[in-house]
């Protein structure tokens, strides 16, 4: 193709938006009960890790966080994505997916897990500078 840049990397992914899980969420049901109806919703998991680790319970948030991470990457390679490339921050639906990447390494350095909160911290960066600044 003419004018195709060779070197662009890979293209971003932008995972579909879940519009009754987010507007539960949103509205205020409880993220357990939003997790319980949509379990492929990172954002719930994110809030469920977030809420854990800020009542102290490190390996809970860890659990739920890795659960978010999980089923983010699902959605991600189903949209697409080959293991690299970014996952804009500015694109609502991602932000479950980053929030849990985010939530699992910080959950990870608590309970020691060096090496793997090292990990998810750069592949944050890698997927979103962004995210990193805005979670940071």
Known sequence: ??????????????LP????AREALESGVDAATVAAAHPAYSA???????RAFTAGD???SYAYARTGYHRGLDQLRRAGWRGQGPVPWAHQPNRGFLRSLNALGRAAEAIGETDEA??????LR???AEAAEALG
Request: with cysteine; glycine share 6%.
């Open 1 to 14: 193709m003419p004018g195709e840049n060779l070197m662009a990397g890979p293209p971003e992914t932008l």
């Open 44 to 50: 719930a998991w994110a809030d469920l890790a977030d």
């Open 118 to 123: 090292a990990r998810c911290a750069q592949f």
């Open 17 to 20: 938006d879940d519009p009754a």
């Open 126 to 128: 890698d997927s979103s």
């Open 58 to 60: 490190a390996v809970t």
